[in-house]
C-alpha cells in the first residue's frame, strides 16, 4: 500500500496558486499538517482559509524564499507551531522569457535569487530543523528545462534549474547519514488553469496543440500525477532514494 502523508508535518514554499496550492490541497486533505508561504498574502491566507474550512490543518507565513530571514522564519513557525518539520516542498519558483543574446543582467539576478537562492535558503533551514527531529525529506521543484534540455527563449530560467539539480545533489550527499533525503523533481507541463507553464504558452503565443506533439503521451501532465510523484519522494517508501532527479514528463525527454 502506497503510504500517505498523514500527520506529517509539510512545508511548502509558494502555496498562493499553481503547483504549490494543488499540493497543499491535496496533502492537507490526506491529513498532513501543511505550512506554507507566499509573497502573495492575499492567496496564501485564502489557500489556508479554505483547508482549515475543510477541517484539515494548514499554516500560512509571508515570505520571500529570496529573504533567508524570512525562510528561517517560516522554518521556525513550523517548528514551532507542530515541535518538528517532517517534509519540505522548495517549490516557490518564477520564470522569464527571452534569448540569451537579449539577456537583461537585472532579470537574471532577479531569477537566481528566487529559484537559486530560494531553494539554498530553505534546504539550509530545513536541514538544521530535519536534522534536530532525526531526519526528513526534502522536494525540490526543478524542471524538464534545466540542464536536460533546451527550449529557445527559456535559457536563463534553464539555468536556474540546472542550479536547483545540482544543489538537491549537493545537498543529499552531505545530510544522507542524518536521515535525510534531498531530491529534485524535474517536471514538464501540468494542466494547472493560469501556471507557468500556460503564462509562457501565451507569452511565446505557442498554440496549446502545437507543444502536446512534443509529448509522446499526447497530453499534458494532471495535477493528481504531480501530487504522486512529490509524495512518493515525501514519503517513507522513497526511504532508499535521495541525490536523484525524478523525471515526469510524459515521455517528453525520451524522444
Ligand atoms: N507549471 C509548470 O508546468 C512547471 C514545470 C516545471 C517546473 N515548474 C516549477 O514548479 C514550481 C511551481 O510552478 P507554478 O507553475 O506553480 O508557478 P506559479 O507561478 O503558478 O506559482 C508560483 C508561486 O510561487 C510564489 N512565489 C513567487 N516568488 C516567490 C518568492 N520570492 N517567495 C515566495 N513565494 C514566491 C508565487 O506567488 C506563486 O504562488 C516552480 O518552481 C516552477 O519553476 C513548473
Known amino acids: 500500500m502506497t503510504s500517505t502523508l498523514a500527520g506529517k508535518i509539510v512545508l511548502i514554499t509558494g502555496v498562493a496558486h499553481g503547483c504549490g ?40 507565513v509571508e515570505a520571500d524564499v529570496a529573504d533567508e530571514s524570512a525562510m528561517h522564519n517560516v522554518v521556525t513557525s513550523a517548528v514551532r507551531v507542530h515541535g518538528r518539520l517532517d517534509c519540505a516542498v522548495n517549490n516557490a519558483g518564477t520564470e522569464t522569457t527571452g534569448l540569451i543574446a537579449d539577456a537583461d543582467a537585472d532579470v537574471f539576478d532577479r531569477l537566481s535569487a528566487i529559484n ?6 530553505g534546504l539550509k533551514h530545513e536541514i538544521r530543523a530535519m536534522r534536530a527531529n532525526g531526519g526528513g525529506s526534502i522536494v525540490n521543484m526543478s524542471s524538464v528545462t534545466s540542464d536536460i534540455t533546451a527550449v529557445p527563449a527559456n535559457g536563463v530560467y534553464a539555468a536556474t534549474k540546472g542550479a ?17 533525503s534531498v531530491n529534485s523533481l ?15 504558452l501565451n507569452d511565446q503565443h505557442i498554440p496549446p496543440d502545437q507543444i502536446l506533439s512534443a509529448f509522446p503521451m499526447g497530453r499534458l501532465g494532471r ?33
Do not use: H, Q
Open 21 to 60: 496550492r494543488v499540493l497543499a490541497d491535496a496533502f492537507a486533505a490526506e491529513g498532513a499538517k501543511i505550512v506554507g508561504c507566499d509573497v502573495d498574502v492575499e492567496g496564501g491566507l485564502a489557500i489556508a482559509s479554505s483547508v482549515k474550512a475543510r477541517g484539515e490543518e494548514m499554516t500560512f
Open 116 to 121: 537559486i537562492k530560494g531553494v539554498l535558503n
Open 164 to 180: 536547483v539539480n545540482a544543489l538537491s545533489k549537493a545537498a543529499a550527499v552531505e545530510v544522507a547519514a542524518s536521515n535525510i
Open 186 to 200: 524535474a517536471f514538464a507541463a501540468i494542466d494547472i488553469a493560469d501556471d507557468m507553464f500556460w503564462r509562457f
Open 223 to 255: 495535477p493528481e500525477e504531480l501530487v504522486a510523484a512529490v509524495r512518493y519522494l515525501l514519503s517513507d517508501d522513497a526511504r532508499y532514494v535521495t541525490g536523484t532527479m525524478l523525471v515526469l514528463d510524459g515521455g517528453y525527454t525520451a524522444v
